[in-house]
């Protein structure tokens, strides 16, 4: 039970972590008046070879580029 207990507090840290990025990012976009958009797809989309280097080229674009995971908790 003690590596299951372990594996719990490593997800929540993980997704504080993401939550907090997502956030400053967010403080970042307001303060230097950027776009951004929020790429919404599934785990494995991760996957360079999968995503075909979209978030890079919306980089390119000058888009700041977010996971849903990143802002989902700041909605209503």
């Known amino acids: 039970m003690t590596a299951v207990n372990a594996a719990w ?3 929540e840290g993980f997704k504080k972590e993401t939550e ?3 956030e400053e990012v967010l403080r970042i976009m307001k303060e230097k008046n950027l776009k951004g958009i929020v790429l ?3 785990p494995y989309h991760l996957d360079p070879e999968i995503n ?3 978030p890079e080229m919306l980089n390119g674009l000058g ?3 977010l996971t849903e995971d990143s802002v989902a908790h700041l909605g209503k």
């Open 9 to 11: 507090t490593e997800e």
């Open 20 to 22: 907090e990025k997502g």
């Open 40 to 42: 919404a797809g599934r």
């Open 52 to 54: 075909h280097g979209i």
């Open 63 to 65: 888009l700041a580029v």
